[in-house]
Each structure stands twice: as structure tokens, then as C-alpha cells.
């Protein structure tokens, strides 16, 4: 029997939703990183326009087929390209499957660091206490690193379980606007800090003389995954829409709340940085240093309010991730729904479980269970494909990042900019009667020459150059 498939309950849910899953780690933590490691400026005022230039399009392109097919990525492919496209949708399914796997364990830190900073706030941070030697043990801790994925899948399952309105579309109307005061309140508290004009001069001076061809290809590689583009999230949402809302305003937003996430977070987290003494110097030695050692520390002793805005934020990346965690299951979801006659909430947790085997070994990948973490393909194929990393969370990590992502991007563009007719994609984005041929020309070029060649450059770097981007 052909079941009712979901709907958003309106223009608005469905940009909650998107918005949700866009605004997620990638923002919070990844962006800030990559900002710093780049040395800020001029590397985010390329990242603004890999945004509007690239990955703008490209979202505009995924919706578009979900929106004209109302069927999840593989159908949708299938449908608006051709039979063997669908190989295309699979791709994102895969890669949806993998990057939740991982995902889920970092989501999983940040119930932690909630748990802890909270106690912090109550009894006092202990004299001495050294955050650097706290995340190093916990990550190695493998029963806890298990029970916190287990706790957020169960939360992602869970939301998915409801469907696209009573579930997705719900939490994600709950869980933003939180998300947004909450950055509000600390960007002022921020702003309040004496670091903060060097912070800002630090992000928003661009200094050329610094940029690296490197780092263009790096905030490329990253409008992708903050964007969700390239794995099918963007198709599964789209697919949901009505066929009478607006591709293109709905992208704008999306994409503007996006990026000034992105950028808010940066302010701030450059605003504690830049106060500190010294810390200029601490920071960046790893990719999840600034979120688990650095801050936990500054909230108690640089932070005005920093005992009430700790435990905030932890609670903001819980619910940054968990909007973002539930748009990848429900990629993987809705491929059993739409492709294989699947109920609902029998695919929902046929792919939590599916996807939670490989959390496990994403949990204990960090230290816990010594041949988890060594597991690695040896040879050529290893090197290539996970470069030579070990262990289940860095393999996943950098296949996602250096193949997956800018692979379904870039089959993305070409199946949409070479394989559907003109006429095709122009009646899924210009609605109005008003004259659009102007700005559709130029989305229409941007699909077929200057994204293709952009993401292709980022494979090639990843091919023949060693450049990582993970
Ligand atoms: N956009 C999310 C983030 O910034 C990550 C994501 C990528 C989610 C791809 C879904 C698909 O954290």
C-alpha cells in the first residue's frame, strides 16, 4: 500500500528544518578552527563568497529536484536526471549514513561538557584542574564514550521516529529560536570583553599576503559540509516542500542565517581568545582543543557571567548537533520509505541501529579499545581514500570531508546543469510572473561552469596534491 508520505507544515517549518540542519557542528566548532588555523581575513572573505558562489547554488539545485520529484534522493535523482543517476542519490545516502556515525560521538561531548560545566558552576572550578588532561582521559573512557553516542542517537531516532511534521519540523521550531538567543546573550557578553576589537579586526581585516591556495580550497571544501550540500539532505527536505514555495528565497535564508551563525560564533569565541594572555598561543593545537580545553576553563575565570554562559553553551551545541543529526537519518530514512516500501518508524530505527554499530566504533576509535583505534586499510587504497588515518572516527572523517562531500557536490552541478533540460530546472525556480531570466542565467551558469570547475579543483588537490581537509 502506498503510504501518505511527509510534508512540512508550512514555508517556515520547512526553513526551521533546513536552517537546523545547516547550522550544526560546522559551524560552531569547525569554522572557528578553520578560521584561526587560516589566520581569519582573507580567509573569510573567501569563504563568503565560496558560500554565494558555490555551495548557494548548489543548495538551490538539490532542493529544485526534491521539490520537482517529491521523492527522497535516489528517487529524486532517478526521476529528474535519469535511471542511473540514482547511483548519484546513493552516494548521499552512504554518505549520510557515514558522517552520522561520527557525528553522534562529538554531539555525545557536548552532554558531557553540560554535565561538568554545570557541576563547575555550582561547587567551583578546582584550583589547577587541567581541562587538556580531562578531555584526553574522557575520550579514552570507553564506557562513557558509548553511553553518550547511545544517549544521542537515541535522542536523533527519536525525533525522526515522528516524521517530518510532528517530529523534524517540530523540534527544529523548538530547538532554533533557543539557539539563537542563546548566541545572542553570549555574543554580547563577548563583545564585552577586551579581546573582542582584536577578534574582530582578526576576522573581518582581510590580509592577503597570508592566504594560501590551500586555504581557498579548504573554506570551499567547508561551504559544503555547513551548508549540508552534497549528500542529499537538501534533495530529502526539498522533496517535502509544496511545489508552490520558492526554491530561491528559501536557499537565500538558509543560507544567510548560516553564515551568520557561523561568523557570530567566531566573534565570540575569538572575543575569549583574544582576552587571555597567552591563549593566542595555546589554541589550535587540535581541532576540538578550543571547544573542550580551551573554553571550559576561560568560562571560570574570563567570562563575565562565564558560570551561567558555560553550561549555556554546551547545551548549544547539543542542540546545534542534534537538528543537524536527524536531517542525516532522515536521508537514510527516507530511502527505505520512498525505494523500499519501509513504514516509517520500522526505518527509522532499521537505520539508527544500522548506523549506531558504526558509532560504536567511532566511540571507541579515540583511545578506548587499542585495535578499534589502530583499525586502518593498509596500502595505497588506505592512503588514498582515509589518508593513511587510523581508526573508524579520523577514517570516516576524512573520507567525508576530502571524497564524499565534494563528489556528490560535484554530480550534483553536473547532473542538474548538463542532464536536466533548461527548461526543466527554470520551471522549478522562477515562479513568479516578474521577469527572472537574469538572475535564473546567472544561477544557470554558476551550476554549469563555475561550480563544477571549483569542486573539481578540491578533487584534484585531494587526488594528486595530499591536501586534507578533514
Ligand atoms: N551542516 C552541518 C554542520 O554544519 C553538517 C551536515 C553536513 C549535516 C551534511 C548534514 C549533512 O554541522
Redesign the pocket.
Known amino acids: 500500500m502506498q503510504q501518505q508520505r511527509g510534508t512540512w507544515s508550512s514555508n517556515l517549518g520547512f526553513i526551521f528544518a533546513a536552517t537546523g540542519?545547516?547550522?550544526?557542528?560546522?559551524?560552531l566548532w569547525?569554522f572557528p578552527f578553520i578560521t584561526w588555523e587560516n589566520q581569519g581575513g582573507a580567509f573569510v572573505l573567501v569563504y563568503l563568497i565560496c558560500i554565494a558562489a558555490v555551495g548557494l547554488p548548489i543548495m538551490m539545485a538539490e532542493l529544485l529536484i526534491g521539490r520537482k520529484t517529491q521523492k527522497s534522493s535516489v528517487g529524486a535523482l532517478k526521476d529528474a536526471v535519469g535511471p542511473l543517476w540514482r547511483y548519484v542519490g546513493a552516494w548521499g545516502v552512504l554518505g549520510?549514513f557515514i558522517?552520522l556515525s561520527y557525528?553522534t560521538v562529538i554531539a555525545g561531548w557536548s552532554l558531557f561538557y553540560f554535565a561538568k560545566t554545570v557541576g563547575w558552576s555550582l561547587n567551583g572550578f578546582p584550583p589547577g584542574f587541567s581541562t587538556g588532561a580531562l578531555f584526553g582521559d574522557f575520550v579514552a573512557d570507553g564506557a562513557l564514550q558509548l553511553g553518550l553516542s547511545a544517549a544521542f542517537s537515541l535522542a536523533t531516532v527519536s525525533v525522526v521516529y515522528f516524521g517530518v511534521k510532528q517530529g523534524i519540523e517540530r523540534i527544529a521550531r523548538l530547538l532554533l529560536p533557543v539557539l539563537f538567543v542563546l548566541l545572542l546573550l553570549m555574543l554580547f557578553s563577548a563583545l564585552g570583553m577586551k579581546g573582542s576589537g582584536e577578534a574582530l579586526a582578526f576576522i573581518f581585516r582581510p590580509n592577503f599576503a597570508e592566504l594560501e591556495p590551500a586555504s581557498i580550497l579548504e573554506a570551499l571544501g567547508h561551504s559544503f559540509?555547513?551548508?549540508?550540500?552534497?549528500?542529499g539532505?537538501m534533495i530529502t527536505y526539498g522533496s517535502y516542500i509544496d511545489r508552490t514555495q520558492s526554491v530561491v528565497k528559501a536557499s537565500a535564508v538558509i543560507v544567510m542565517l548560516d553564515t551568520l551563525i557561523a561568523l557570530v560564533a567566531t566573534v565570540i569565541m575569538f572575543s575569549v581568545i583574544f582576552s587571555v594572555e597567552g591563549m593566542a598561543q595555546e589554541v589550535g593545537a587540535s581541532t576540538v582543543g578550543m571547544l573542550f580545553i580551551s573554553l571550559p576553563e576561560l568560562f571560570y575565570s574570563e567570562v563575565p557571567f562565564g558560570a551561567l554562559l558555560g553550561p549555556l553553551f554546551y547545551v548549544l551545541i547539543a542542540l546545534?548537533?542534534l537538528t543537524?543529526t536527524m536531517?542525516?537519518l532522515e536521508v537514510v530514512t527516507a530511502y527505505l520509505i520512498d525505494e523500499r516500501g519501509f513504514e516509517r518508524r520500522r526505518a527509522t530505527l532499521t537505520c539508527g541501529g544500522g548506523v549506531f554499530v558504526f558509532t560504536i566504533l567511532a566511540a571507541l576509535s579515540l583511545g578506548a579499545v587499542p585495535v578499534v583505534t589502530q583499525m586502518e586499510i593498509p596500502g595505497a587504497m588506505g592512503r588514498l581514500l582515509f589518508g593513511g588515518k587510523a581508526g573508524w572516527f579520523s577514517m570516516a572523517d576524512h573520507f567525508i570531508s576530502n571524497w564524499m562531500?565534494p563528489t556528490g557536490g560535484l554530480a550534483i552541478t553536473i547532473a542538474v546543469g548538463w542532464f536536466m533540460t533548461r527548461e526543466a530546472t527554470e520551471a522549478e525556480l522562477v515562479d513568479g510572473a516578474e521577469p527572472e531570466w537574469f538572475r535564473f542565467g546567472m544561477w544557470r551558469f554558476f551550476i554549469r561552469y563555475l561550480a563544477p570547475a571549483a569542486v573539481a579543483s578540491i578533487i584534484i588537490a585531494v587526488m594528486f596534491f595530499g591536501v586534507d581537509f578533514s
Open positions: 540542519s545547516a547550522i550544526g557542528l560546522g559551524n569547525k549520510a558522517l557525528y559540509f555547513t551548508l549540508s550540500v552534497g549528500m539532505v546545534a548537533a543537524s536531517s542525516m562531500l
